[in-house]
């Protein structure tokens, strides 16, 4: 950090900003306890290729202390930074840092409202982060870091993620600006509804919850749904009347004809019978002979046809 601007090295970048380029100054504590965020507001934003970055987010932890001198002279910090600076620090390192880009830039450090101290966690589109509510605006970070002003707010919409009921745990915010276009927040908790509800009061905030005409319209759709299926039912049973009984006499048929094939396989005097049989097999086959002899003894019998000779 130099006395006009500030520098930020790594290894595929190096920027050179200068402390007048900072025109917001945040300092927002994470939810964990144990880190706070710095963001930087700057005008004009860092540009890396085609994409340009309006905020620095700066993650620092709670518990980490430093010891620091400044490199100045008594002289500038009794004329120029009266007041602003101080000769040494030793504190922890977020508040150091704070300190110093605030004495330098001349910015003041804008911190979450006191109606709504937390930041509330939540998403755009595929990027988690966390929503912040100010005293004059609104700010989600880490990525894509956007800013919304209060003023330039038309109007808030809580409603649920498509109106499914295994959505109700959670729900979205829909922040529609002014001018025109607007800004959606997705999968905020429903614990943070009232909380929320009673900011937006606070600040005169225009906001509508249409989570409870969702809530109605799913109980009526699932009411019609168990009506339509009852009455279909109903209907199914109706028509399939006659196939049933169809069904029931075939079955009565097949019972009829699978005891009595039950009953012969298993029937002791068929099983005493079957025994002769073989006797009787024996008896056919001696009496084949005989019966070939009879066939011969018919044949020369019959009377011989007399045969017919043309005159």
């Known amino acids: 950090m130099y006395e006009a601007s500030f520098r930020l090295r790594g290894k595929t970048y190096d920027y050179k900003i200068q402390y007048a380029s900072i025109?917001?100054?945040?300092?927002?504590p994470k939810n964990d306890d144990t880190h706070t965020l710095i963001v930087l507001g700057l005008d004009p934003p860092l540009r890396q290729g085609q994409t340009r970055y309006p905020f620095l987010v700066m993650q620092l932890k709670l518990d980490e202390e430093?010891?620091?001198?400044?490199?100045?002279?008594?002289?500038?910090?009794?004329?120029?930074?009266?007041?602003?600076l101080e000769a040494r620090y030793e504190e922890p390192i977020h508040q150091v840092v704070t300190k110093i880009f605030r004495g330098l830039s001349g910015k003041k450090v804008i911190m979450p409202s006191k109606d709504f101290v937390s930041g509330v966690k939540c998403s755009i589109k595929a990027n988690e982060?966390?929503?912040?509510?100010?005293?004059?605006?609104l700010i989600f970070v880490p990525k894509p870091a956007t800013y919304i002003p209060i003023?330039?707010?038309?109007v808030i919409t809580?409603?649920?993620?498509?109106?499914?009921?295994?959505?109700?745990?959670?729900?979205?915010?829909?922040?529609?600006m002014k001018t025109s276009g607007s800004h959606q927040?997705?999968?905020?908790?429903?614990?943070?509804?009232?909380?929320?509800?009673?900011?937006?009061?606070?600040?005169?905030?225009?906001?509508?919850?249409?989570?409870?005409?969702?809530?109605?319209?799913i109980l009526k759709a699932a009411l019609d749904n168990d009506d339509v299926g009852s009455s279909e039912d109903e209907g199914v049973r109706a028509d399939r009347g006659s196939a049933d009984e169809d069904e029931e006499s075939i079955d009565e048929d097949f019972q009829a004809d699978s005891e009595s094939d039950v009953a012969e396989e298993f029937d002791s005097e068929h099983e005493s019978s079957g025994?002769?049989?073989?006797?009787?097999?024996?008896?056919?086959?001696?009496?084949?002979?005989?019966?070939?002899?009879d066939m011969d003894e018919e044949e020369q019998s019959r009377p011989k046809k007399k045969s017919k000779v043309g005159k």
């Open 23 to 28: 025109k917001k100054f945040f300092l927002l």
């Open 66 to 84: 430093i010891s620091l001198e400044l490199n100045m002279t008594d002289e500038s910090l009794e004329t120029r930074y009266k007041d602003k």
């Open 129 to 137: 982060g966390l929503l912040y509510f100010l005293d004059k605006s």
């Open 151 to 154: 003023e330039n707010i038309s």
């Open 158 to 176: 809580m409603s649920r993620v498509g109106g499914a009921v295994s959505a109700s745990r959670t729900f979205d915010i829909t922040v529609s």
């Open 185 to 217: 927040f997705s999968n905020i908790n429903r614990e943070e509804q009232q909380p929320l509800e009673e900011f937006f009061k606070a600040k005169n905030i225009r906001f509508k919850n249409e989570m409870t005409d969702d809530t109605s319209a």
């Open 275 to 293: 025994s002769g049989s073989d006797a009787e097999m024996d008896d056919a086959s001696d009496a084949g002979d005989d019966d070939d002899v």
